[in-house]
Nanobody, 119 residues
Framework: QVQLIESGGGLVQAGGSLRLSCAAS????????MGWYRQAPGKQRELVAT?????TKNFSDSVKGRFTIGRAKNTVSLQMTSLKPEDTAVYYC???????????????WGQGTQVTVSS
């Protein structure tokens, strides 16, 4: 059983900072990309940032220069600075992983953590 456990969401004023963390646990053989997505009310889930196994990072244009992503073993973090009200959303951790040597890679998701930025 694979689990992605997120932490670190909350309420912050515009211009403030928050750090999200996510740890993957359970039967894990290998992990490719890990990253963060978000979904605001009435909108589709969108990519925020990803980091590959080799450390290549990818950011959405809306967060470039404000958010950073880090990865260590089976954990991924998202440092968010200069937060704006439009960053308000449920943030989901994602991992592309293989549970065993014999299974292929599949996308796993965390339960989501709420980030609310007040103006």
């Amino acid at each position: 059983q694979v689990q992605l456990i997120e932490s670190g969401g909350g309420l912050v004023q515009a211009g403030g900072s928050l750090r999200l963390s996510c740890a993957a646990s359970g039967n894990i053989f290998d992990i490719n990309d890990m990253g963060w997505y978000r979904q605001a009310p009435g909108k589709q889930r969108e990519l925020v940032a990803t980091v590959s196994r080799g450390g290549t990072k990818n950011f959405s244009d809306s967060v470039k220069g404000r958010f950073t992503i880090g990865r260590a073993k089976n954990t991924v973090s998202l440092q968010m600075t200069s937060l704006k009200p439009e960053d308000t959303a449920v943030y989901y951790c994602n991992a592309d992983l293989s549970a065993t040597y014999f299974t292929g890679f599949a996308a796993y998701w965390g339960q989501g953590t709420q980030v609310t930025v007040s103006s």
